[in-house]
């Protein structure tokens, strides 16, 4: 038996959380005719079931499609592999250009080959002729030889000249 001391305050203690759960019984009763009846689906889906307003219609509408992804950069190595395939694109010329300016040999070396040949671009064997010279400054093996291939057999005399003051002025 709990003494009167104790007795009094146990009654109080008891009493709150009946008052308490009867007001907020009372709360979600208000509040309930007020809230709309919602619910996902078994697909994980939000959907609307009671009362659909003009946000629940829209909100079931399909998303507009996504724009198609940015096209993918093709790396020198898939450059030069669209080259052999005789496949050569301006994606594939401009990161050849791109790593060129930046002295990478093989680049250096396939865009040179790809002006010699006018592949995808003007021919230009002037062109071709200073860029075997730079991937022989690279390190390319046969750029050299390349080089003077282009000097002997493909350029004019004019085209010489031009090309032997363009090497200079390198």
């Not at 006018?118 to 002729?129: K, L, N, S």
């Not at 750029?143 to 350029?155: C, G, H, K, M, Y």
Request: proline share 9%.
């Amino acid at each position: 038996m709990i003494g009167p001391m104790f007795g009094h305050r146990y009654q109080r203690l008891r009493a709150k959380p009946v008052a308490g759960g009867a007001l907020l019984l009372a709360a979600a009763l208000c509040c309930a005719s007020v809230a709309r009846a919602q619910f996902y689906d078994l697909d994980g889906t939000y959907r609307c079931v009671t009362a659909p307003d003009t946000a629940c219609k829209k909100s079931l509408e399909p998303p507009p499609p996504l724009p198609p992804p940015p096209p993918a950069t093709p790396s020198v190595a898939e450059a030069i592999a669209h080259i052999r395939a005789e496949k050569v694109t301006a994606a594939d010329i401009a990161v050849l250009e791109q790593h060129a300016a930046a002295k990478e040999p093989r680049a250096v070396e396939a865009l040179a080959w790809l002006k010699l040949n006018g592949i995808g671009m003007t021919a230009d064997p002037v062109e071709a002729y200073v860029l075997y010279g730079e991937a022989a400054s690279l390190g390319v093996a046969g750029a050299e030889t390349n080089q003077a291939a282009i000097f002997e057999t493909r350029l004019n005399q004019e085209q010489r000249q031009l090309a032997l003051m363009r090497e200079q002025s390198r």
